[in-house]
Nanobody
Framework: QVQLEESGGGLVQPGGSLRLSCKGSGGTFGSYNMGWFRQTPGKEREFVAAINWSGTGTKYADFVKGRFAISRDNAKNMMYLQMNNLGPEDTARYYC??????????????????????????WGQGTQVTVSS
């Protein structure tokens, strides 16, 4: 059973940076595409960034605007989200997610599908990011 655990959230001032981490366990982590989503109270969870199984392909939400960088270290079963120049609008609970679909035993990274919450079967509990002065 795949389990995901996020860490690295906290309180940061506007313009500051945070690095979120996602630790995976219970599966062949490096075979799967993964992503980051975020959610604020009363709103639907929204896509932030996605990365393919090898780390060579990525997809970002438009609002990232070059501020965030997603990466992964399969040897450590880790995924990261480096967030720079944070603003109050980035305040949210951030979730990591894993897409365990492998049709025909092949992992395919489709950037159009990577933004969809329904593409991901496994989720962490989230880590809170608060941007405030």
């Amino acid at each position: 059973q795949v389990q995901l655990e996020e860490s690295g959230g906290g309180l940061v001032q506007p313009g500051g940076s945070l690095r979120l981490s996602c630790k995976g366990s219970g599966g062949t982590f490096g075979s799967y595409n993964m992503g980051w989503f975020r959610q604020t109270p009363g709103k639907e969870r929204e896509f932030v960034a996605a990365i393919n199984w090898s780390g060579t392909g990525t997809k970002y939400a438009d609002f990232v605007k070059g501020r965030f960088a997603i990466s992964r270290d399969n040897a450590k079963n880790m995924m990261y989200l480096q967030m720079n120049n944070l603003g109050p609008e980035d305040t949210a609970r951030y979730y990591c997610a894993l897409d365990s679909s492998r049709p025909g035993g092949i992992t395919i990274f489709n950037p159009l599908r990577a933004v969809e919450e329904k593409q991901y079967a496994h989720w962490g509990q989230g880590t809170q990011v608060t941007v405030s002065s």
